[in-house]
Every structure is written in C-alpha cells, then in structure tokens.
C-alpha cells in the first residue's frame, strides 16, 4: 500500500502495461517506478486512462453519458424516541424531487434531498425546510418542522451518469484493465456503485481462473453484462423525467409506463415493494417485475380504491381468475415484454 502518492502515468513495454509512475506528495517531487505484472485502474470517474491509452497508440473508448444534473443537501436531525426508522420518497413525474432519510445511532436522523436538472435543494435551515415540505412525506415533514438541525447543511452536485466502453475496442494493452467507476459510474441516488464494484470483482476472479490469455478482452466483454443490467435501471428511470435528455426507446417507454403503474401500488402492496427492492438491489432481474404474479397485483391494485392502510388481498373468485391469466397468452406476452 502506497499512500499520498499522484499516479502520473503508465510504464509499457510494446503492447504490455508493467508498471506505473508515481509521486508520493510527502516526499519531493522525485517519480518512482512501481512494476507490476497486472495494472487496474480503479481511480473512479476521473481515470486518466483514456488519455495514457491515446498516448501510446490505442483508440479511446466510446463514452456515454445521460446528464442528469442532480444536486442534493444531507442534514442530520434529532430523533425523537419511538419515531419510524426510515421514510424514503422516489423522484417520479409527479414528484420530480426525492429524499431519503434514515435513523442513525446518537438519536439523529440523517435526511438527504434533492433534485433533477438543476433543481437543488439550498443550504440554509429556511430553505432546505421549504424544499423537504414540497415532498410528499408527513413523517419528513415532522422532522424539519421541528428544526432541530444538528451541525451543517452539506450539499453535493453530480452533473452526469459515465459509461465508458471498453469492451468496444479491437485492441487493448496485455497487463492493464479499467474497474469499477473509471468503468461506469452511476447517478449516485440509485446506490449502485459499489455493487457494480464487487460484482465486477467476482467477474476478475471468474476471468483470472482461466488465464491470462486475452484477459482484458473476456473481462470486458464480461463486466459489460453486469453493467448492463445496473445502467438499465438507471438511464431508464432518469429518462423519465423529461427534463432529461437522452434517447427513449419503445422498450425503455414501455417499462417506464408500467412502472408508472406499478409505485402507486407498492405503497400499499408490500409484495409489489418487495419485488421492486429486489431489483433494485440486483437480487433479482428486472423482467422480474412482470412477471405475472407481479403483474397481476399491479393491475389488482388499479382496480380496487386506494385507500389507506395496506392493499386488501383479493378475493377466493379473483384468485381464481388470476390463476387462469397466469396461464394464458396475455400473461406471457407481459413477460416477453419485459423481457
């Protein structure tokens, strides 16, 4: 482990990455050469990569972004005792604003808000109360109207969603590979930045225990598969808002649609919520979420009043009827339009 250290470039070889020079900022200006025979470059969405792979002869990846725009403010807050642990609002059409606030030790609440396409929340108590009152959340409500604010309000920008695409190039160095955010790096509200990481570790791991025969091309081509499924769920949710810009396909309108029907529910359903978390944190894939035991919940919900309270189960009749549209061609073709 080298601390305090600036990385300033690679060492190569050819067509092969043995090293890289660095500086260490404690003691002089005085560059090291560090070998190595495998470089990763997980320095996050800043990587220099793309420019040390120009410098020595190879092309730069494609690069796609989805501007996003996002800015949020977190505060910590007394908790009183006997209050709910969590409450969290999704940023949608309706409520292009979102927050998250959590119970933490100390008897505080952390409470983090925010918007899209430039809509951020300000720093000062006045403000940021206002802001967290516009969201439709009584138990957020109670908190800040108390305004019993403990330390600062910090504030954080994130201007825009960063795939680059290795896997594209015809050639690349033997010795080097590009991991984790200086891969992709994902609208941090989505909480998916670590999960990539570590399932893209399992990918290495997978890839390593064949060889190092062509390595970078199999890792690339392997983590694009699992950065596939988290950009999914996140370039198609922000393309809903339509301050966002970015290109709407039939598929991504489609799902963005039934997911338009399907929140209202889980709010109510807690089975709905559940299959929603569940893709969300990547337990399960999203064409999960139409599958017809999903679905039809969905649609159960839509047809009775909302009310308060949870979702009423349906009846011995409607079950009945669900049973049959599990089996029938309607159900399968939602599933295959998941898919």
């Not at 599958?291 to 009945?320: D, N, Y």
Request: charged share 25%.
């Amino acid at each position: 482990m080298v601390e305090n250290c600036d990385v300033l470039g690679l060492i190569h070889h050819g067509d092969r990455v043995t090293g890289v020079r660095l500086v260490r900022r404690d003691l002089g200006d005085g560059e090291e050469h560090l070998r190595a025979d495998l470089v990763i470059d997980a320095s996050r969405r800043g990587s220099q990569s793309p420019k040390w792979l120009e410098a020595m002869g190879y092309a730069k990846p494609e690069e796609e972004r989805i501007r996003v725009d996002i800015g949020y403010a977190t505060a910590h807050f007394r908790r009183l005792p006997g209050e709910r642990n969590s409450a969290v609002v999704a940023h949608s059409k309706a409520c292009p604003r979102g927050a998250a606030m959590i119970a933490q030790e100390g008897d505080r609440w952390i409470l983090s808000v925010g918007g899209f396409a430039g809509d951020h929340p300000p720093t000062d108590l006045g403000g940021f109360r206002l802001y967290a009152l516009s969201l439709p959340s009584p138990e957020i409500h109670a908190v800040v109207n108390r305004g019993e604010l403990i330390g600062e309000i910090v504030p954080f920008k994130y201007p825009s969603s960063l795939r680059r695409h290795y896997q594209k190039l015809g050639r690349f160095p033997r010795g080097y590979l590009v991991f984790g955010d200086a891969l992709c790096s994902f609208n941090p509200v989505y909480g998916q930045g670590m999960t990539s990481a570590a399932l893209q570790a399992l990918t290495l791991q997978g890839e390593l225990a064949k060889g190092t025969e062509q390595l970078a091309r199999r890792f690339f081509r392997a983590a694009s598969r699992v950065v596939d499924t988290l950009w999914q769920i996140a370039d198609g949710n922000d393309l809903n808002d339509p301050r966002i810009e970015g290109r709407r396909t039939p598929k991504m309108r489609f799902v963005n649609w039934y997911l338009s029907k399907l929140f209202p529910v889980a709010q109510r359903d807690p089975d709905v919520a559940r299959a929603f978390l569940k893709v969300t944190s990547l337990v399960a894939p999203p064409p999960s979420l139409m599958a017809p035991a999903v679905a039809l919940r969905v649609l159960w919900g839509h047809l009775r009043p909302a009310g308060p309270g949870p979702a009423a189960e349906p009846s011995p009749q409607t079950r009945s009827v669900w049973a049959k549209l599990r089996r029938s061609d309607f159900a399968k073709c939602l599933w295959c339009a998941g898919q």
